[in-house]
């Protein structure tokens, strides 16, 4: 009976009192390449965040397995699809919103985020409206979204999570978010109240379009953009969602 409980009940952690050629032989570490090191390092802060819709999926893994090894389970789960969508691009956390987090890939922006329900409209929603506008060439719309390269779905265990390639705008820096949130409110207020156009407004819409360097009738287009936007419930208006369309010199909401 002694000998049984050294070979069959002992601790499976403790080798020390196994016969040598009965000892369970220890699991070779698979060795991570560096792309997959770099990947997990960047995925990190977004399984850690629990301020958005994703980051907080992931809470309950975390505390179970810890934040690596859930970066492991997710990337090799996801691995064929991770290669489509980031493959040698470089490859940068920016942050997490209230429903989705986001990645710089240099020339575009990945966005991803669990699905929700109906309270919220979801990116890749308004990925899907995006890209029916824009194909069915509805230059109003069109003009006012961003456009959307490549979409699809990850999975972590047996969740769906939204996957979105999109145009990269330059962003609004913290120095002129005040500026631009004031020219929004100021649309905000002429389209539901009929606020009338001040000469002050009128000087404030010719400085921000100086200082962005925008094109002419950049001022005309937002107006008619949020207008736009609204009539598909879509109304998160402010200097944190907005970036300038190089390519336009307009200003374009992306999220």
Known sequence: ???????????????????????????????KSASEEKLIDVLLPMIVNNESWTGNFFQKS?????????AEEFIEQNQEMLKRIIGSKPIK??????????????????????????EKISSAVRAFKSAKALWSKDKKLGACMPMIYDQGILKYKDKNINWILMEKFKPISEDDKAFVNTI??????SIFSGAVVTSDHKKRVKELGEHLQLSDGWYKQLKACMKALTAINIKDFHAGNIGVRSTTGTLVFFD
């Open 184 to 189: 929004i409110d100021e649309i905000i207020s």
């Open 62 to 70: 975390v505390k179970d397995v810890g934040p690596f090894k859930v």
């Open 1 to 31: 009976m002694k000998l049984y409980k050294i070979l069959f009940e002992s601790d499976d952690s403790d080798d020390s009192t196994r016969p040598a050629n009965l000892a369970k032989p220890k699991p070779t570490p698979v060795k």
């Open 93 to 118: 956390y920016l942050g997490s919103g209230a429903i989705g987090d986001a990645f710089d890939l240099g020339d575009m922006i990945l966005k991803i985020e669990i699905e929700h329900g109906s």
